[in-house]
Every structure is written in structure tokens, then in C-alpha cells.
């Protein structure tokens, strides 16, 4: 396989036979580097029959608000997201269409909802949230993005939050964005960045992997051009700080060892909350210094 961004046959073995240690999934996997432009990507790819099992019932990216800490500082990580979101889409009209593909939890939207913006939608291949979302009069549907996106619409803005790493087919799935765009429509991008300070300390227990979840994972440069070279304009890149990355990374390495293996709740370690607590200073120097956790990419259609 050539890479998907650079089109070089060139790439670099990295890991072998690496584990899901956040929920026990069955399948190892590989992975390998793009020797050009670093894109790491699963070698080979999963079938596509089988990605549905990579996603058990408490996969955490769904879970809603249940009281929880974790899931009351989800939600406050998510406010602050969307301010971010609507200071880049650049506009005060409450009627401006906005789309999120694979809102897992819909935590994004309902703070999108919260702040007067009315024509709101979500599409994911989980049907787990839409009830909760269509009270809200937020317009839902299932799909497979790598076929259509399931609206007619053209939107002033999408957003893809730490999606874009989970396809087989991530190509296909922006030009699919790209469709559906109005001109000078904001496509809005998270995804975890390889050139992340933690990546370089953790390599295959870093959480940025997912294994075996996330198939191709970028850095600033190689998602510019993967952009570019498709037809957007890119706008801009800017760090965003995951103190998760940090405990996850480290509960990869702990759960890899039979004397401090623990029983985990949705993927995670009664301690991943406080150790996320302690990694905030550290990830935002990671901001400053241009390692960031995450990445977001702010593109728009000519
Ligand atoms: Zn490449």
C-alpha cells in the first residue's frame, strides 16, 4: 500500500503485534511509518466487517453525562471546545449549519445547542445517543461517512473531533466533507498529533495508538498536505492539551504488567482522573513548545 498522503512505497516497520490494553479487544495489531511524510498507519489494515468490535458497549467516547467525574469533566472539556470551535468558524449567525461526524456522545453538540445555535446535526454509525440528541432538536441519522454523509445540506462548518484517525478510508471521507461544504466552509479537525512529546516517551503504549482503533495517526504537516493535495485551504493549526493522553499512555504501560494490572472502568484506571490532574501543566508546555497532545486543523473550501 502507498502512503495515502504522500504517495511514497517507502515505509518503516515500528511496532509488531501490539496490544489493546484499554479493553481487551482481541486483535494485535502492526504499525508502520511513512518514511516521506511520518504518517503512522496500521500495516495492514483491519477488514472492514470487523471495526464493530473494536467498539464494546462501554467504549467511553459514548458514555453520556452519568454523574460521573470523568463524565462532568468531559463535559466541561467539551464546552470549552466549542467556544474554540465557533472563535475559528468566525460567526455570530445562530442559523449557520454545523455538522459533527461521529459525535460519539453528543457532548459537542449539546454545548453547540446550549450556546443559541439552531440548525445543529450529528451522523455516527452508533445509534447509542440520538435519542437524547433528537429532544434537543438537533437533526441526527446513522451512516457510514466512507460511503455518503446522510445530509442534503451544504454546511457552513464540520467537525470531525478524534474521528478522522478511526477510518479505513480517511480520503474518502474528506472528499465526502469537501461535497458538503459551502464555499469558504470550515472544515474543523482534532485528531492526536505524533509529534507529541508523550508519543516519543511512551512509542507503543502511547495513547495517541488506540489500539487497535485508530488506523492512520498525523502530525501537523502530513494532515496539511493530505488537505491540501484533496483541495482545501488550510487556515490553520493549533495545539490542543490532553492531560488524558498522559494517564492513558501510562495505564497502557501499568495494564502491560501482571503486578500492577487493575480492573478498569470504561477503559480506564480508578487513577487516570487525579494522574490526568498532575500532566495539565506539562501538556500545555507541550503546547508552547510545538509537541502538543493534539492537533487541530482548521481548513476551508475555496
Ligand atoms: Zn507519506
Request: with cysteine.
Amino acid at each position: 500500500m502507498n502512503c495515502i498522503v504522500c504517495n511514497s512505497d517507502k515505509k518503516t516497520r515500528l511496532f509488531k503485534n501490539t496490544e489493546d490494553y484499554e479493553y481487551g479487544t482481541y486483535r494485535n495489531v502492526n504499525f508502520s511509518e511513512c518514511q516521506k511524510c511520518n504518517l503512522i498507519f496500521q500495516d495492514p489494515l483491519p477488514p472492514k466487517e470487523i471495526i464493530g468490535s473494536f467498539y464494546p458497549e462501554n467504549y467511553r467516547n459514548y458514555i453520556s453525562d452519568n454523574g460521573s467525574l470523568f463524565s462532568v469533566l468531559k463535559k466541561l472539556q467539551f464546552k470549552t471546545l466549542a467556544k474554540k470551535i465557533l472563535s475559528k468558524v468566525n460567526n455570530n449567525d445562530k442559523y449557520i449549519k454545523i455538522l459533527d461526524v461521529g459525535f460519539g456522545n453528543g457532548e459537542l453538540l449539546l454545548a453547540l445547542k446550549e450556546k443559541g445555535y439552531k440548525n445543529l446535526y450529528g451522523t455516527d454509525f452508533s445509534n447509542k445517543n440520538f435519542e437524547r440528541l433528537k429532544k434537543k432538536e438537533i437533526n441526527i441519522e446513522l451512516s457510514d461517512v466512507e460511503e455518503c454523509l446522510p445530509f442534503k445540506e451544504e454546511f457552513d462548518a464540520i467537525i470531525m473531533n478524534h474521528v478522522i484517525e478511526h477510518f479505513l478510508d480517511p480520503v474518502r471521507v474528506l472528499k465526502n466533507c469537501l461535497e458538503r461544504l459551502k464555499t469558504n466552509g470550515k472544515l474543523i479537525l482534532l485528531t492526536p498529533n505524533t509529534n507529541a512529546l508523550e508519543y516519543s516517551i511512551f512509542k507503543k503504549y502511547w495513547a495517541g495508538l488506540h489500539i487497535p482503533r485508530h488506523t492512520f495517526i498525523f502530525n501537523d504537516k502530513n494532515i496539511k498536505q493530505l488537505g491540501e493535495t484533496l483541495g482545501f485551504r488550510m487556515i490553520k493549526i493549533c495545539a490542543v492539551s490532553d492531560p488524558g493522553q498522559w494517564s492513558i499512555s501510562l495505564q497502557n504501560v501499568l495494564q502491560s504488567f501482571s503486578f500492577s494490572k487493575v480492573n478498569l472502568k470504561n477503559g480506564m484506571a480508578w487513577y487516570s482522573v487525579p494522574v490526568s490532574a498532575v500532566f495539565i501543566p506539562i501538556t500545555l508546555l507541550q503546547s508552547i513548545i510545538g509537541k502538543s497532545t493534539s492537533i487541530m486543523c482548521i481548513f476551508s473550501k475555496n
